[in-house]
């Protein structure tokens, strides 16, 4: 019964971001991304709380395709819902301002927030040293790795695995 949840919501998860492609040059699927952390949860951070990873495989579904908040809790309840809207941005305000509020609403998070968004800047930073998003300077990288380790900073304490992961990327680049 978990296993046909979590496939269904990962089905659920391709469909909406069907039309859409990451940044790289080689315009991989999205859907990469959400799998990719669910994966990332599973199998490092060693998390086997279902709704943990379906909330990361539906994690940017609100933010970035036309799924409503009410959609997701019809089908997968209100404690999915909950997640996904703990790490939904709200795009309405300018992009300085969403910035800003990671980093200061990191720590008021839930448990299960924290873990998706261990693993949603995990995978990004991972991905960021794999190939370079198209029109992206090396500027704008590094700016990315300073601003997500501050975030990171506001999430410690949820994950061991997760944040020694982390913390070999932020040393690589000497921001800790
Ligand atoms: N590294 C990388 N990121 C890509 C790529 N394609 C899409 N993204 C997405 O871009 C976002 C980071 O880019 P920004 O310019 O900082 O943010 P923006 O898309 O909201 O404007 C991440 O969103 P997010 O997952 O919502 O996380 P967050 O950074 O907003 O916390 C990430 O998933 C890619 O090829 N490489
Ligand atoms: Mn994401």
Known sequence: ??????????????????????????????????IGVAEILSKEGNVSDIEVL???LLHDTVEDTETTFEEIEELFGSNVRGIVAEVTDDKGLPKQERKRLQVVNAPKKSKKAKLVKLADKLYNLRDLNR?????WSQERVEEYFQWAANVVQGLRGTNEALEKELDKLFKERNII
């Open 54 to 56: 379906q909330g990361a």
């Open 1 to 34: 019964m978990d296993l046909q949840l979590l496939v269904s919501t990962a089905n659920f998860a391709a469909i909406k971001h069907k039309d859409q492609r990451r940044k790289d040059p080689d315009q991989t699927p999205y859907i990469n991304h959400p």
């Open 131 to 135: 190939s370079t998003p198209s029109g």
